[in-house]
């Protein structure tokens, strides 16, 4: 093995190290169930363990995989599709069975491109081409209220995009269960993991195509 064929391994475990504890991170923060906690919080200080081999990071220092760090918003993308006759792909999420813009949390180390196919093909099962930027929105004034008391999650922006299909539609992930398209002037229950005034926001600016910043 030459040292560029070495240099690619090195680089190949790292990202696979970062995507294991990504994971964990996910899992620990969502799960419910103690033995799945117990099994993230293993994968995590065996991963932080490993990571430590790699001179480059100093965990001695604040860092991504730290609580401490400088508090910034959480980034989450969405992804308007339209077909030939203007209707705009929905799915349905199982958490509520309401429908929503294919989309998701960036992970970490994705990037923007990178989250936007894979939730399109997490969610909805298909590829996406000709992406475009739509809007970038604060997400943060709309957090829903559990109860009496405020939900106190991480503030966050959310990424706006409009991308056309470039597959037919394929098997997707357990997040969702049902897919299609909508007429824009007859759309279904969407789902309350954003409210109802972001949605109809969101869906105006993809519909008029036009792009804001907030």
Partial sequence: MNNDEFLDKYQE????????LSIAKIGLVYSKDEYALSNYKQVQELTMKMLENFEHLKF???NYFQRNIYPTPNISIRVAIFNKKGEILLVREVIDHGYSLP?????????PK?????????????????IRFLG??????FKQIIGAQERRTVPEYLLLVRA???????????ETDDVKFFDVNELPKMSSKISLEEWNKLIKCAINNEMIIE
């Fill in 13 to 20: 475990f790292y990202n696979y190290l970062i995507k294991m």
């Fill in 60 to 62: 001695d220092r604040q």
């Fill in 103 to 111: 989309g998701g949390w960036c992970d970490l180390y994705d990037s």
């Fill in 114 to 130: 990178e989250a936007i196919e894979n939730e399109c093909m997490q969610e909805a099962g298909v590829l996406v081409k000709n």
């Fill in 136 to 141: 970038l929105f604060n997400r943060t004034p």
């Fill in 164 to 174: 056309d299909l470039a597959s037919k539609f394929n098997e997707h992930e357990y």
